[in-house]
């Protein structure tokens, strides 16, 4: 008998596959496939000696943020020393003000106001001698009018783009224009949100971004998550 006859005949098979499959809640599918995509980018870059910086814009609970300085780790095992630094932006209060065109119901300031030091008590554990730096802020003041170099950072390797609304991501695409290089990987986490509206939410945002910025050129490198996208940097 062949697996379909199989599957035709026990349908308690299929039963049980999808209780399965959906008592997996879809925020821990969610997070491992940000793990996952930041795995990827991270090795991606090591391979291809993209060197510089990982750079988050919105840190929240500090979870993808640790796991890429846990993964760098490992990577340097395989790959040797890459002197890559940390750098994560975040207001830990949400938003600040939001425009009418980012307002969304799920995107609410309640949601992402965390207690600050109990965060920077667990990325210090997490970050086992791996340098970083975490700005705290509303990005039109930490970013806006800001420089990269301000921070301390030269080159970005990969920049996790996790802030859900437009204006954070124009910000924080505005502000790491000068330090991508060939090879960069942007990770865009709510790529999808605002039903699919193309001039809303980070999907929005690198639209105008790249039609501002015609001499840079993005290849898309992989889909992760529900509807999240990574970009390479091929020119700049
Ligand atoms: C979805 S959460 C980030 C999740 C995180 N990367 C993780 O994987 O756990 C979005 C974060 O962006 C931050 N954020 C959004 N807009 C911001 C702004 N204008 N200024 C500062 N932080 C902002 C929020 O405070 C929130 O913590």
């Known amino acids: 008998?062949?697996?379909?006859?199989?599957?035709?005949?026990?349908?308690?098979?299929?039963?049980?596959?999808?209780?399965?499959?959906?008592?997996?809640?879809?925020?821990?599918?969610?997070?491992?496939?940000?793990?996952?995509?930041?795995?990827?980018?991270?090795?991606?870059?090591?391979?291809?000696?993209?060197?510089?910086?990982?750079?988050?814009?919105?840190?929240?609970?500090?979870?993808?943020?640790?796991?890429?300085?846990?993964?760098?780790?490992?990577i340097e095992k395989f790959f040797g020393i890459s002197k890559c630094d940390f750098y994560g932006f975040d207001s830990f209060n949400g938003f600040g003000k939001v425009k009418d065109e980012d307002n969304h119901p799920r995107f609410q300031d309640s949601i992402f106001s965390v207690d600050e030091k109990k965060?920077?008590?667990?990325?210090?554990?997490?970050?086992?001698?791996?340098?970083?730096?975490?700005i705290k802020g509303f990005y039109n003041e930490t970013l806006k009018d800001k420089k990269p170099e301000d921070y301390g950072i030269k080159k970005a390797r990969v920049i996790m783009i996790d802030c859900d609304l437009k204006e954070p991501t124009e910000l924080a695409l505005n502000f790491s224009k000068s330090v991508l290089q060939k090879g960069t990987i942007i990770l865009f986490d709510d790529y999808i949100y605002y039903k699919g509206n193309e001039n809303k939410g980070e999907f929005g945002a690198f639209k105008r971004f790249k039609n501002e910025n015609p001499n840079l050129k993005f290849r898309e490198a992989f889909e992760y998550g529900y509807g999240s996208r990574a970009f390479i940097v091929t020119e700049v």
């Open 119 to 134: 965060i920077l008590k667990n990325i210090k554990k997490c970050s086992r001698g791996q340098s970083y730096k975490i």
């Open 1 to 74: 008998m062949n697996l379909l006859s199989i599957l035709k005949k026990f349908l308690f098979i299929q039963n049980l596959v999808s209780s399965f499959v959906a008592s997996i809640h879809s925020y821990l599918d969610l997070t491992i496939g940000k793990y996952q995509a930041i795995k990827k980018a991270m090795f991606i870059t090591a391979h291809d000696e993209t060197y510089g910086s990982y750079i988050e814009f919105g840190i929240f609970t500090g979870s993808s943020f640790n796991f890429a300085m846990k993964i760098n780790n490992k």
